[in-house]
């Protein structure tokens, strides 16, 4: 507070704050002032404790020390300002940026019209994720008729985002309209930058923009797992429902990138759920079939919906759709809730003439010996010597075609001796190429089976009672086999008595008396001691890696059911071990535990 004080020869101002009172405590009396009611100097300003001022200092009476004090405290005060002044914009700097953006997208969600949204790309804080919201946005009313590419096409505010997207201009609204219908959007995020930065703009794209995205990384089969895993974490995410073609379409995507997220499986199923019954179009139903046996996704509530929707709609279906049905619910190896009507309803409208191939054909015939509804018919059919040489034509030009056909024409063969009554129609000649077929496995198997005969070799004597990966002649190897007494004793096996002598690929039996012949006249596994012949209880042994078992329900495939019932039907006892059950990278003992406590229950239970 500036005061003027009374003074005899001289005429003094002073200016005088707290912050000095403060710091020096004889500088009120060098002076000679006391507090007056009118001026308090706990209540001046920070500014006014920054300076002091003189007039005619004749002769000075204030004495060197206090002056030094006072100069120091007025230097502190400074400092001290001129630090909270600092700190203070560095603040200001620092919530600018973080508040700024979040405010640009609640302004890009909220607006409602063409020009709210191009009047954002002026705003100084604009980035590329903020640019590819607000494209996104304007492909999407593009799509659904809200607005025309007409009304922004020529404006250099969009002209201005797409720039900052980096791929330039649109080549003519036929182009853009073609990007707003879905094939765009890939475009809009993996031309801006790398799959890691175009996985962070994911989360700013509304869900059909997402849905968009994936369908388009299918069509162009790129497998890109940053990015499918930003869209399918992001997919999750929202609380908006997915209608029959958006479940569809992802459900696609993820089977042709084989990139089956549980989760989104998961959401997309319950969503399914809810909306196949109001459906009227029997192609969607067909595709969502296809992509699940391609998944094998097994989620018996879905299953069961759509095996009653076909039912229901079976006149209007294709045999492209009902052909899809059966081969899902053989790969899944899913037994609907209405399996008797809906067969009943189905097979009139699947023939040999419908199939557009013989593959098609074969497919139908070896889904039906899956879920045990083949006829005689239905094999007899297949196994004539005329189909194979049609099937040959159809597949020499597809290597891995022309093997899966030949491995099911091995599994119905080896069905039609074994798992159907009196059938006297056609088999596979011993002179067939069919029976050459190479049968391979994966490398992630070989380990499990490696695993699990060396787990075996501490249970068995020797090797003399053991024999692994045995070509059973029916489309698939035994990965080992063992014989054991029914006091869980091993006992020696040989080579030619292992082998499965129901299915004679030399000589077929062509009665039920020959077939109990062959069955009788060499006991499979048995040893002959002189005039006696010891039985023993054969295991065949079946290890299941995850391609042998299903998605989204821990249990084995149609493949792995029907090599066991073949393999039952052969005269073994199967011990099939997956790999949910049986960790390879266990300790030995418990793994030999393991396998011990199984084969004791094979022994006591036959």
Not at 6 to 27: C, D, E, H
Not at 549 to 554: A, D, H, K, S, T
Request: with cysteine.
């Amino acid at each position: 507070m500036i005061r003027n004080v009374p003074w005899t020869g001289w005429r003094i101002l002073f200016r005088i704050g707290s912050q000095v009172q403060a710091s020096s405590s004889s500088a009120s009396a060098a002076v000679g002032i006391s507090p007056s009611p009118c001026s308090e100097p706990t209540e001046s300003s920070p500014d006014d404790s920054t300076s002091t001022v003189i007039t005619r200092p004749e002769k000075p009476t204030l004495d060197t020390s206090t002056l030094e004090s006072k100069s120091k405290d007025v230097v502190k005060g400074r400092k001290s300002n001129i630090v909270a002044a600092a700190f203070a914009s560095l603040k200001s700097v620092e919530e600018t940026p973080m508040t700024r953006p979040l405010l640009l997208d609640e302004t890009i969600a909220a607006a409602g019209s063409v020009e709210s949204l191009l009047s954002l790309a002026e705003e100084p804080h604009v980035s590329r994720r903020h640019a590819l919201r607000i494209v996104s946005q304007l492909a999407d009313w593009t799509t659904s008729g809200r607005a025309k590419l007409a009304d922004f096409e020529a404006d250099n505010r969009f002209v201005k985002l797409c720039r900052l997207l980096g791929r330039g201009l649109p080549h003519g609204a036929q182009n853009f309209e073609k990007e707003a219908a879905g094939f765009g959007d890939l475009a809009v995020v993996l031309g801006v930058t790398g799959d890691d930065e175009a996985a962070k703009l994911v989360a700013g794209t509304s869900l059909n923009q997402m849905i968009r995205i994936m369908s388009s990384l299918a069509q162009k089969q790129r497998r890109s797992t940053p990015l499918l895993r930003s869209l399918a974490f992001n997919m999750v995410r929202q609380t908006e429902k997915l209608n029959i073609k958006n479940c569809a379409d992802l459900l696609y995507a993820m089977a042709m990138l084989n990139f089956p997220d549980d989760m989104l499986l998961e959401k997309t199923c319950d969503n399914l759920c809810e909306c196949i019954a109001s459906n009227q179009k029997p192609a969607v139903i067909g595709s969502i079939l296809t992509s699940l046996g391609l998944l094998r996704y097994k989620n018996t509530e879905v299953l069961d919906i759509l095996a009653k929707w076909v039912a229901d709609h079976v006149s209007v279906c294709r045999p492209h759709d009902l052909t899809a049905l059966l081969l899902t619910l053989a790969t899944v190896f899913h037994t609907p809730n209405n399996a008797d009507h809906l067969f009943n309803v189905l097979l009139p409208h699947v023939t040999v003439q419908d199939m557009p191939n013989p593959l098609v054909w074969l497919d139908v015939v070896w889904s039906l010996v899956v879920l045990g509804r083949a006829t005689l018919q239905h094999v007899a059919s297949v196994l004539d010597p005329e189909f194979y040489v049609k099937l040959t034509v159809n597949t020499d030009k597809n290597q891995s075609a022309n093997v899966a056909s030949k491995l099911k024409l091995l599994n119905i063969n080896a069905a039609a001796q074994l798992t159907i009554p009196g059938y006297k129609g056609p088999v596979l000649p011993s002179d067939s190429d069919v029976h050459s077929v190479p049968l391979v496995r994966s490398r992630e198997k070989q380990l499990l089976v490696a695993s699990i005969l060396d787990s075996f070799s501490n249970l068995l004597p020797s090797a003399t009672y053991l024999r692994s990966n045995i070509n059973t002649g029916m489309g698939f190897l035994l990965d080992g086999e063992c014989m054991l007494d029914s006091k869980c004793n091993p006992l020696p096996v040989t080579g030619e008595a292992a082998k499965p002598s129901k299915v004679d690929s030399q000589r077929r039996p062509t009665t039920p008396v020959d077939r109990k012949l062959a069955e009788t006249s060499q006991v499979p596994g048995s040893q002959c001691t002189g005039r006696a012949v010891q039985k023993g209880i054969k295991i065949g042994i079946l290890a299941w890696d995850y391609r042998d078992m299903c998605r989204g329900c821990p249990e084995p495939s149609g493949v792995a059911v029907l090599c066991m019932k073949l393999l039952e039907q052969a005269g073994y006892k199967v011990l099939s071990i997956p790999h949910t059950k049986y960790n390879p990278r266990d300790r030995l003992v418990h793994r030999v535990q393991y396998l011990n406590h199984h084969l004791k229950s094979l022994v006591s239970g036959s």
